[in-house]
C-alpha cells in the first residue's frame, strides 16, 4: 500500500475501534437489562443463555477493542507491553472469545433439541440447569484459554518515535513449536469447530421447522402460526438463514487470516504493522469484521423479536412495563425457540352450571 492509503486505513482503525468500544459496550449493557428485566416474551433459558452472551462479549469489548487494539492505535507504550500483563490480557482476551462463541454453539444446540424431542425440553426447561451451563462453559473457557498466556513474550525492541530511535519493551508472538500447536487449536476451538457447528444446527433447526406442520392438526396450526403458516415459515426460515450467514460472514475472514498469519508468516522478523503486505490488511480487515461480531447482537433481537421492539420502545419512552400477551397469534421468531407448549393453549373458559327447579322426589 502507498503511504497515503495506509495512513487513511490506519486513522480509520483509530476511530473504528472507539467508536465500537463507545456503541457496543452500552449496548450490551442494556440488552442485558431488556433480556433480563423486560422480559421480551423470551423463554426462561434463552434469557440465560442472552443474557450472559451479552455480559461476555461486554467482557470481550473490554479486554480485546478497548484495553488492546484502542490503546495500540492511541498510545505509544501500552500497560500490556510489560509483565504480566502480556500474558494476562492474551489469557483475558481468548476466555472471553470461547465463551461467547460457546455459548452461542450451546444455546443453537439446545434449541434444536428441544425443537426435536419432548423430553429434551423437560430436560432444558429447568433455568438453574441452564445456569449451570453458562457457568461451567465461562470457567471451561478461561481454563483452555491459560496456554495464550504463554504464547507471548516480553522483549527488548528498537523503536523510532518522534524521529528519535529508542528501545521500548514490547510484547511479541513467541517463536516456538508450542506456540503454534497452541495458536492452531486455539483457532479452531474459537473460530472454527463453532462455526461449523452453529451452520449444522441452524440448518437442523430450520429443517425441523420446515416439518413441524406434521406434529399438530390444522386446527392447532391456525391457532399458532395464524392463516398463513407457509408465510410464517418461510419468515423464520429467512430469519434463521440471516443470523447464520452473518455469524458466518464476520467469523470465517478472521479464521482464515489468523491461520495463514500464524503459520506461513510465523516469523519473529515479520513485521506485522508493515500494511505494504497484503495479509497484513487482509488480517485487521478480518478482526474489524469479527470485533463487529460482539456489538450486532443488540440490532439482531430488535430485528427478529417483535416484543423485544415493543419492551424497548416502552424502556425509552419510560412508559409502564407493557403486559404479556395472552394469544399465540403474535408468536415471533423468540417465541418460536421457546418451543411452548402448545396444549395449555387450546383451553377453553369456564363454564357455570346452575341447577333451577329442584323437586324431593321418593
Given at each position: 500500500?502507498?503511504?497515503?492509503?495506509?495512513?487513511?486505513?490506519v486513522?480509520?482503525q483509530?476511530?473504528?475501534y472507539?467508536?465500537l468500544c463507545?456503541?457496543?459496550?452500552?449496548?450490551?449493557?442494556?440488552t442485558?437489562?431488556?433480556?433480563?428485566?423486560?422480559?421480551?416474551?423470551?423463554?426462561?433459558?434463552?434469557i440465560?443463555?442472552?443474557?450472559c452472551?451479552?455480559?461476555?462479549?461486554?467482557f470481550y469489548?473490554?479486554?480485546v477493542i478497548?484495553?488492546?487494539?484502542?490503546?495500540?492505535?492511541?498510545?505509544v507504550?501500552p500497560?500490556?507491553?510489560?509483565?504480566?500483563?502480556?500474558g494476562i490480557?492474551?489469557?483475558?482476551?481468548?476466555g472471553?472469545?470461547?465463551?461467547s462463541?460457546?455459548?452461542?454453539?450451546v444455546f443453537?444446540?439446545?434449541?434444536?433439541?428441544?425443537l426435536?424431542?419432548?423430553?429434551?425440553?423437560?430436560?432444558?426447561?429447568?433455568?438453574w440447569?441452564?445456569?449451570?451451563?453458562?457457568?461451567?462453559?465461562?470457567?471451561?473457557?478461561?481454563?483452555?484459554?491459560?496456554?495464550m498466556?504463554?504464547?507471548?513474550?516480553?522483549?527488548?525492541?528498537?523503536?523510532t518515535v518522534?524521529?528519535?530511535?529508542?528501545?521500548?519493551?514490547?510484547?511479541?508472538?513467541?517463536?516456538?513449536?508450542y506456540?503454534?500447536?497452541?495458536?492452531?487449536?486455539?483457532?479452531?476451538?474459537?473460530?472454527?469447530?463453532?462455526?461449523?457447528?452453529?451452520?449444522?444446527?441452524?440448518?437442523?433447526?430450520?429443517?425441523?421447522?420446515?416439518?413441524?406442520?406434521?406434529?399438530?392438526t390444522k386446527?392447532?396450526?391456525?391457532?399458532?402460526?395464524?392463516r398463513?403458516t407457509?408465510?410464517?415459515?418461510?419468515?423464520?426460515?429467512?430469519?434463521?438463514?440471516?443470523?447464520?450467514?452473518?455469524?458466518?460472514?464476520?467469523?470465517?475472514?478472521?479464521?482464515?487470516?489468523?491461520?495463514?498469519?500464524?503459520?506461513?508468516?510465523?516469523?519473529?522478523?515479520?513485521n506485522?504493522?508493515?500494511?505494504?503486505?497484503?495479509?497484513?490488511v487482509?488480517?485487521?480487515v478480518?478482526?474489524?469484521?469479527?470485533n463487529?461480531?460482539?456489538?450486532?447482537?443488540?440490532?439482531l433481537y430488535?430485528?427478529?423479536?417483535?416484543?423485544?421492539?415493543?419492551e424497548?420502545?416502552q424502556a425509552?419512552?419510560?412508559?409502564?412495563?407493557?403486559?404479556?400477551?395472552?394469544?399465540?397469534?403474535?408468536?415471533?421468531?423468540?417465541?418460536?425457540?421457546?418451543?411452548?407448549?402448545?396444549?395449555?393453549s387450546?383451553?377453553?373458559?369456564?363454564?357455570?352450571v346452575?341447577?333451577?327447579?329442584?323437586?324431593?322426589t321418593?
Amino acid at each position: 500500500m502507498e503511504g497515503a492509503s495506509v495512513s487513511v486505513f490506519v486513522t480509520v482503525q483509530k476511530i473504528y475501534y472507539p467508536l465500537l468500544c463507545i456503541v457496543g459496550i452500552p449496548a450490551n449493557l442494556f440488552t442485558f437489562y431488556m433480556i433480563c428485566f423486560r422480559k421480551c416474551g423470551m423463554s426462561n433459558t434463552a434469557i440465560v443463555y442472552l443474557s450472559c452472551l451479552a455480559i461476555v462479549d461486554t467482557f470481550y469489548l473490554v479486554w480485546v477493542i478497548l484495553l488492546d487494539l484502542t490503546l495500540t492505535f492511541w498510545t505509544v507504550q501500552p500497560f500490556w507491553h510489560s509483565d504480566p500483563w502480556c500474558g494476562i490480557l492474551g489469557f483475558l482476551q481468548y476466555g472471553s472469545l470461547y465463551s461467547s462463541s460457546w455459548i452461542v454453539v450451546v444455546f443453537t444446540i439446545e434449541r434444536y433439541l428441544v425443537l426435536r424431542s419432548t423430553v429434551s425440553k423437560q430436560n432444558f426447561s429447568q433455568t438453574w440447569d441452564t445456569k449451570m451451563f453458562c457457568t461451567a462453559i465461562v470457567l471451561l473457557s478461561h481454563l483452555v484459554s491459560v496456554p495464550m498466556g504463554w504464547i507471548n513474550i516480553v522483549t527488548p525492541v528498537n523503536l523510532t518515535v518522534d524521529g528519535e530511535n529508542m528501545t521500548l519493551p514490547r510484547c511479541r508472538y513467541r517463536n516456538h513449536t508450542y506456540s503454534t500447536v497452541i495458536v492452531w487449536i486455539s483457532t479452531f476451538l474459537s473460530g472454527g469447530i463453532p462455526i461449523v457447528l452453529v451452520i449444522i444446527f441452524n440448518y437442523l433447526i430450520g429443517y425441523h421447522l420446515c416439518r413441524a406442520s406434521n406434529l399438530f392438526t390444522k386446527e392447532e396450526r391456525r391457532i399458532m402460526y395464524g392463516r398463513n403458516t407457509r408465510g410464517t415459515l418461510k419468515r423464520t426460515i429467512l430469519i434463521l438463514g440471516t443470523v447464520s450467514v452473518a455469524f458466518v460472514v464476520l467469523s470465517l475472514p478472521r479464521f482464515v487470516t489468523y491461520c495463514i498469519l500464524r503459520t506461513r508468516y510465523n516469523d519473529e522478523s515479520f513485521n506485522r504493522n508493515d500494511y505494504s503486505i497484503p495479509i497484513n490488511v487482509a488480517g485487521d480487515v478480518a478482526n474489524m469484521l469479527q470485533n463487529l461480531n460482539s456489538t450486532t447482537n443488540f440490532l439482531l433481537y430488535c430485528m427478529v423479536s417483535h416484543r423485544f421492539r415493543q419492551e424497548l420502545v416502552q424502556a425509552m419512552t419510560c412508559k409502564a412495563k407493557a403486559r404479556e400477551l395472552s394469544t399465540l397469534l403474535n408468536n415471533t421468531t423468540m417465541k418460536v425457540f421457546s418451543v411452548v407448549n402448545h396444549k395449555g393453549s387450546l383451553s377453553s373458559s369456564p363454564v357455570t352450571v346452575v341447577l333451577t327447579s329442584l323437586k324431593q322426589t321418593g
